[in-house]
């Protein structure tokens, strides 16, 4: 070939080219559900290599994490929450592998190391236990080594280059674990930061220097671990994609050096929706937007900065929150009380305009004696005069002392009358919320909760009726409530907190006491023993719980005003004359479906190119649910990528999507980590799978009652065959192909559930043996394979899913067919290069005779 007719360019894009645009597959699981051989109790950065492996030679060209960040606010279990972060920039100490922090590690240690192992080897993740293991475990060996790590080059370069986060994060661990509490107010002249303090904090001459050093250690030798996993994951095509939460802890390293960034006297949450009729109170503190603006959003684009160390894609949690957040004030403990933040309020001459004027009337409960009798029976008189006081006949108001959520929790648990209700709390606690959120029962038990997924209806002129307006604004992402430690006595041990002996604080049944941030109902129960009364949670239940007032006044500017949710639920709202409910509706409407567009559409184009232009990371938006307008063509123009879960449609009147017709620019999957599995769905709901089976999967027969191994392929399938770029699927999805790993109950596959605040986030994969003696030979079988044995189960190792040919094949097949691009492994690549030297040597054979 002469020299002329060489390329004159080299295409380093075939995009444009391409007949069909390129899609691939991925898996989803938490970083803490991943099991290996080598893990101590919980999954390790070092395990995704493993992962990695597994994804290559099943065809999945993606591995999608939940957030991997510290998360240690209160020193016990509450923390496997992963959304609420103690530090945006440190990763979870939960994630190192300890065995491999020194290459000197003595024989007693190893035996320990082993001894944990063996402990620590459960059904799910024991948090505590493995957080006290391998923190004591790692000062062991840092206490041995420490002169040598401290002066090496790699450790010294580590410490600078991130010495912007990783000295305040430091110094933040050593006054939580030495003032026994992450709530930096209780500091003392430690509660302000200041970068003078943080310097003598964290000079070599204290005598806790070491103990600011153990926390850089940690966070040295994770970066390193996390980095080679990245690197390797990097070198085998495939995407590591991260997750971005939407809030901080009010108690973190982040609300304590950049106070200015928050709205700390508020809290993040969602309005009422399907999941919690009470709305969520995730008790993050909102972002004081115009404040990052002056930087041009410094701290948010260092975040996307350092996680693009790691990572090559990540999610968006909650993207609406950079439209608008719920927010709520500090005197919540529900999510009931809230207004979106920006939004356009009613400003008082409107409604003065309106014939709107007695403001009073509209801001406050509107409580009558009949409600009172309704609510608490024969007692009425005595709660009455506890918490309210009579302000004209028959109509009460609450006392000072409890006229908000919070006040009304601490007078019923210091009340010098407490005893009355001792052994009632929570039926007279709701009996007063009540009085509070929705004043009359009976306007409540004429509404049934509407289904999940059922059709959206439409009043005259497109709008939504608003009973459905909580269905509108749902958050499918339930987020737990913060919930505060106690701070111990100053004088407490310094350091780690995991290693001190204190007693459980669980309830009984291992569960952690109901949360002071969010009152709880005992649901189901009637108490008629002295006269209180308690409807059931079927009685009671309805598409939403609200304040029983009309209008809720802003508390920065008392002539601006904002529609509360779902007005027309209210006895206040129905108490009013016609003109009066006619203008509230009509505004109501204007308010929640009208006004605001403009204003979010022009808050998310400020914030979100600034995320996006950090980082090279491809960006996907959780935006579950229906959303305003104005969501979908941003993010359409900014090229973020959608999320569609086949339960949870985004179009009015389906009952399930059609992943067929789904745009190209969303991630497709059968299910999330918040909410059930595909298996754990089928068997929840009998009338809905019935359905599914008919409509979607085309058979009028009875519908298995379990999610059989041909269903879950069925599910599987479509959404490999759907048009979205990515089809991402959670690895007990996944597993739910082959009958040999379903014999774990269905609901215990689930990873977070959005409906309980006190969820511990534990699950790992496991599945019991020998429960049936139809299984024997089974699992037997298995045992042979995997060569793994519990005396009640058998754990589900990446080494096992390694060794499981026929599982790869079915998923490879599955890729493979549905036209998605997978990556080629080393084996593959080798057999392709061996066809083309075997093509090439015919060829030279052919020429040369």
Request: charged share 25%.
């Given at each position: 070939?002469?020299?002329?007719?060489?390329?004159?360019?080299?295409?380093?894009?075939?995009?444009?080219?391409?007949?069909?645009?390129?899609?691939?597959?991925?898996?989803?699981?938490?970083?803490?559900?991943?099991?290996?051989?080598?893990?101590?109790?919980?999954?390790?950065?070092?395990?995704?290599?493993?992962?990695?492996?597994?994804?290559?030679?099943?065809?999945?060209?993606?591995?999608?994490?939940?957030?991997i960040n510290d998360t240690s606010v209160h020193g016990m279990w509450w923390d496997s929450y992963p959304y609420s972060s103690l530090s945006v920039f440190a990763l979870h100490p939960l994630y190192l592998r300890v065995q491999l922090l020194s290459?000197?590690?003595?024989?007693?240690?190893?035996?320990?190391?082993?001894?944990?192992?063996?402990?620590?080897?459960?059904?799910?993740?024991?948090?505590?236990?493995?957080?006290?293991?391998?923190?004591?475990?790692?000062?062991?060996?840092?206490?041995?080594?420490?002169?040598?790590?401290?002066?090496?080059?790699?450790?010294?370069?580590?410490?600078?280059?991130?010495?912007?986060?990783?000295?305040?994060?430091?110094?933040?661990?050593?006054?939580?674990?030495?003032?026994?509490?992450?709530?930096?107010?209780?500091?003392?002249?430690?509660?302000?930061?200041?970068?003078?303090?943080?310097?003598?904090?964290?000079?070599?001459?204290?005598?806790?220097?070491?103990?600011?050093?153990?926390?850089?250690?940690?966070?040295?030798?994770?970066?390193?671990?996390?980095?080679?996993?990245?690197?390797?994951?990097?070198?085998?095509?495939?995407?590591?994609?991260?997750?971005?939460?939407?809030?901080?802890?009010?108690?973190?390293?982040?609300?304590?050096?950049?106070?200015?960034?928050?709205?700390?006297?508020?809290?993040?949450?969602?309005?009422?929706?399907?999941?919690?009729?009470?709305?969520?109170?995730?008790?993050?503190?909102?972002?004081?937007?115009?404040?990052?603006?002056?930087?041009?959003?410094?701290?948010?684009?260092?975040?996307?900065?350092?996680?693009?160390?790691?990572?090559?894609?990540?999610?968006?949690?909650?993207?609406?929150?950079?439209?608008?957040?719920?927010?709520?004030?500090?005197?919540?403990?529900?999510?009931?009380?809230?207004?979106?933040?920006?939004?356009?309020?009613?400003?008082?001459?409107?409604?003065?305009?309106?014939?709107?004027?007695?403001?009073?009337?509209?801001?406050?409960?509107?409580?009558?004696?009949?409600?009172?009798?309704?609510t608490f029976g024969a007692t009425w008189t005595f709660i009455a005069s506890c918490f309210l006081r009579e302000y004209s006949k028959e109509c009460y108001e609450f006392k000072e002392d409890c006229d908000t959520e919070k006040k009304i929790i601490?007078?019923?648990?210091?009340?010098?009358?407490?005893?009355?209700?001792?052994?009632?709390?929570?039926?007279?606690?709701?009996?007063?919320?009540?009085?509070?959120?929705?004043?009359?029962?009976?306007?409540?038990?004429?509404?049934?909760?509407?289904?999940?997924?059922?059709?959206?209806?439409?009043?005259?002129?497109?709008?939504?009726?608003?009973?459905?307006?909580?269905?509108?604004?749902?958050?499918?992402?339930?987020?737990?409530?913060?919930?505060?430690?106690?701070?111990?006595?100053?004088?407490?041990?310094?350091?780690?907190?995991?290693?001190?002996?204190?007693?459980?604080?669980?309830?009984?049944?291992?569960?952690?006491?109901?949360?002071?941030?969010?009152?709880?109902?005992?649901?189901?129960?009637?108490?008629?023993?002295?006269?209180?009364?308690?409807?059931?949670?079927?009685?009671?239940?309805?598409?939403?719980?609200?304040?029983?007032?009309?209008?809720?006044?802003?508390?920065?500017?008392?002539?601006?005003?904002?529609?509360?949710?779902?007005?027309?639920?209210?006895?206040?709202?129905?108490?009013?004359?016609?003109?009066?409910?006619?203008?509230?509706?009509?505004?109501?409407?204007?308010?929640?479906?009208?006004?605001?567009?403009?204003?979010?559409?022009?808050?998310?184009?400020?914030?979100?190119?600034?995320?996006?232009?950090?980082?090279?990371?491809?960006?996907?938006?959780?935006?579950?649910?229906?959303?305003?307008?104005?969501?979908?063509?941003?993010?359409?123009?900014?090229?973020?990528?959608?999320?569609?879960?086949?339960?949870?449609?985004?179009?009015?009147?389906?009952?399930?999507?059609?992943?067929?017709?789904?745009?190209?620019?969303?991630?497709?999957?059968?299910?999330?980590?918040?909410?059930?599995?595909?298996?754990?769905?089928?068997?929840?709901?009998?009338?809905?799978?019935?359905?599914?089976?008919?409509?979607?999967?085309?058979?009028?027969?009875?519908?298995?009652?379990?999610?059989?191994?041909?269903?879950?392929?069925?599910?599987?399938?479509?959404?490999?065959?759907?048009?979205?770029?990515w089809a991402i699927f959670p690895l007990q999805d996944v597993l739910a192909l082959k009958e040999e790993y379903t014999d774990r109950p269905a609901n215990e596959e689930t990873i977070n559930d959005p409906t309980n605040p006190k969820h511990y986030?534990?699950?790992?994969?496991?599945?019991?043996?020998?429960?049936?003696?139809?299984?024997?030979?089974?699992?037997?079988?298995?045992?042979?394979?995997?060569?793994?044995?519990?005396?009640?189960?058998?754990?589900?190792?990446?080494?096992?899913?390694?060794?499981?040919?026929?599982?790869?094949?079915?998923?490879?097949?599955?890729?493979?067919?549905?036209?998605?691009?997978?990556?080629?492994?080393?084996?593959?690549?080798?057999?392709?290069?061996?066809?083309?030297?075997?093509?090439?040597?015919?060829?030279?054979?052919?020429?040369?005779?």
């Amino acid at each position: 070939m002469s020299s002329s007719s060489l390329p004159k360019y080299v295409t380093l894009s075939d995009g444009s080219f391409r007949a069909t645009p390129w899609r691939g597959a991925g898996v989803a699981i938490p970083m803490f559900s991943v099991r290996t051989n080598e893990d101590l109790g919980v999954g390790e950065f070092l395990d995704l290599k493993l992962l990695v492996d597994l994804a290559v030679e099943s065809g999945f060209h993606l591995i999608q994490l939940l957030p991997i960040n510290d998360t240690s606010v209160h020193g016990m279990w509450w923390d496997s929450y992963p959304y609420s972060s103690l530090s945006v920039f440190a990763l979870h100490p939960l994630y190192l592998r300890v065995q491999l922090l020194s290459e000197n590690i003595p024989d007693n240690l190893k035996q320990e190391i082993l001894m944990e192992k063996k402990h620590l080897d459960k059904k799910d993740v024991d948090y505590e236990a493995t957080m006290a293991a391998k923190l004591a475990i790692a000062k062991k060996i840092f206490n041995m080594e420490k002169d040598q790590i401290l002066n090496s080059s790699l450790f010294i370069k580590f410490v600078s280059d991130n010495e912007e986060w990783l000295k305040p994060y430091a110094a933040f661990c050593f006054l939580r674990d030495f003032f026994g509490t992450s709530d930096h107010s209780q500091w003392g002249r430690f509660a302000e930061f200041s970068k003078e303090k943080l310097e003598k904090l964290l000079s070599k001459d204290t005598l806790h220097y070491d103990v600011i050093c153990f926390h850089y250690y940690i966070q040295f030798h994770l970066h390193l671990q996390l980095s080679e996993a990245s690197t390797y994951a990097r070198r085998k095509k495939v995407i590591l994609k991260g997750d971005l939460p939407i809030g901080v802890d009010r108690n973190s390293v982040d609300t304590w050096v950049y106070p200015n960034l928050f709205r700390m006297n508020k809290s993040t949450g969602a309005p009422p929706d399907y999941f919690d009729k009470n709305g969520q109170n995730w008790g993050f503190p909102t972002y004081n937007w115009e404040m990052m603006s002056k930087d041009n959003y410094t701290w948010w684009r260092a975040r996307l900065t350092q996680m693009a160390k790691y990572f090559t894609a990540y999610r968006i949690d909650h993207i609406l929150g950079f439209f608008r957040i719920w927010e709520l004030p500090d005197h919540a403990a529900t999510g009931l009380v809230g207004k979106f933040r920006p939004s356009i309020a009613l400003s008082q001459e409107e409604l003065e305009r309106e014939g709107i004027w007695d403001f009073d009337r509209l801001c406050r409960p509107y409580i009558q004696q009949n409600t009172l009798q309704d609510t608490f029976g024969a007692t009425w008189t005595f709660i009455a005069s506890c918490f309210l006081r009579e302000y004209s006949k028959e109509c009460y108001e609450f006392k000072e002392d409890c006229d908000t959520e919070k006040k009304i929790i601490g007078k019923l648990r210091f009340s010098p009358e407490k005893s009355v209700w001792a052994d009632k709390e929570l039926e007279v606690r709701r009996g007063l919320f009540d009085l509070l959120q929705d004043g009359d029962r009976r306007l409540r038990a004429r509404r049934p909760p509407a289904a999940l997924g059922s059709p959206t209806s439409r009043v005259a002129g497109g709008r939504r009726p608003v009973k459905k307006m909580c269905k509108l604004f749902s958050r499918s992402g339930g987020r737990r409530p913060r919930v505060r430690r106690p701070p111990t006595a100053l004088g407490s041990p310094a350091w780690p907190p995991w290693t001190r002996q204190r007693p459980r604080r669980r309830a009984q049944g291992g569960r952690r006491p109901a949360s002071p941030r969010l009152p709880t109902a005992a649901a189901g129960k009637n108490i008629h023993s002295s006269g209180f009364t308690a409807q059931s949670t079927a009685a009671t239940a309805s598409p939403a719980t609200e304040h029983n007032i009309v209008l809720i006044r802003d508390c920065e500017d008392h002539g601006k005003f904002y529609p509360r949710f779902n007005l027309e639920d209210t006895s206040s709202f129905q108490k009013l004359d016609d003109h009066s409910k006619h203008v509230l509706k009509r505004l109501y409407y204007d308010y929640y479906f009208h006004r605001q567009e403009n204003l979010w559409l022009e808050n998310a184009m400020k914030t979100l190119p600034a995320l996006l232009s950090s980082s090279d990371m491809l960006a996907c938006g959780e935006d579950l649910g229906l959303i305003p307008s104005c969501v979908h063509p941003v993010m359409l123009e900014l090229g973020l990528i959608g999320l569609r879960i086949q339960r949870m449609p985004s179009e009015p009147g389906l009952q399930f999507g059609i992943p067929s017709q789904y745009n190209y620019m969303t991630v497709c999957a059968p299910s999330c980590h918040d909410c059930s599995t595909i298996r754990a769905w089928w068997e929840e709901d009998e009338e809905r799978r019935c359905r599914f089976y008919k409509d979607v999967i085309g058979s009028n027969d009875e519908p298995p009652s379990q999610c059989t191994p041909e269903v879950a392929n069925f599910i599987l399938h479509q959404h490999f065959l759907a048009p979205s770029m990515w089809a991402i699927f959670p690895l007990q999805d996944v597993l739910a192909l082959k009958e040999e790993y379903t014999d774990r109950p269905a609901n215990e596959e689930t990873i977070n559930d959005p409906t309980n605040p006190k969820h511990y986030w534990r699950f790992r994969e496991y599945f019991s043996l020998f429960e049936d003696e139809n299984h024997f030979s089974l699992n037997f079988s298995l045992l042979i394979i995997f060569g793994e044995f519990l005396s009640s189960g058998m754990h589900v190792t990446l080494e096992s899913l390694l060794g499981d040919e026929d599982l790869k094949i079915t998923i490879k097949d599955l890729v493979a067919s549905s036209g998605r691009s997978y990556p080629i492994s080393e084996y593959e690549m080798k057999k392709q290069v061996e066809n083309i030297e075997d093509e090439l040597f015919s060829r030279l054979q052919l020429n040369g005779d």
